[in-house]
């Protein structure tokens, strides 16, 4: 998918046409129904599932506002394919910093 998207966009940029792909993951739909408050969603960033609104308004962005984007996938998947939430790995936030002290 994301080689036809290029290669269209590619072919199709002169004539001002854009060509982008919107790659949801788990959204709530009758094929994902009992998945609600599966563990397959808790290490991931967003760690839910996403409702079909919020692709709809990623949808209507691209058509409406995004006009110098073509040739790109655009991922709705609650972070997902970025791996594990922060506070999942140990990865120290900037708003852990007040609790530190200095040893210094």
């Not at 079909?52 to 073509?70: C, F, M, R």
């Amino acid at each position: 998918m994301r080689g036809l998207t290029k290669a269209a966009a590619l072919d199709l940029g002169a004539d001002n046409i854009r060509v982008v792909s919107v790659r949801p993951g788990s959204i709530r739909t009758a094929m994902t129904a009992g998945l609600e408050g599966s563990e397959m969603y808790a290490t991931q960033p967003i760690p839910r599932i996403g409702e079909p609104e919020e692709v709809a308004k990623l949808i209507l962005y691209l058509v409406a506002d995004a006009t110098y984007s073509t040739g790109i996938d655009f991922i709705a998947d609650g972070g997902g394919t970025v791996g594990p939430g922060p506070e999942r790995v140990g990865v120290f936030r900037c708003s852990d910093s007040a609790s530190l002290t200095s040893s210094g």
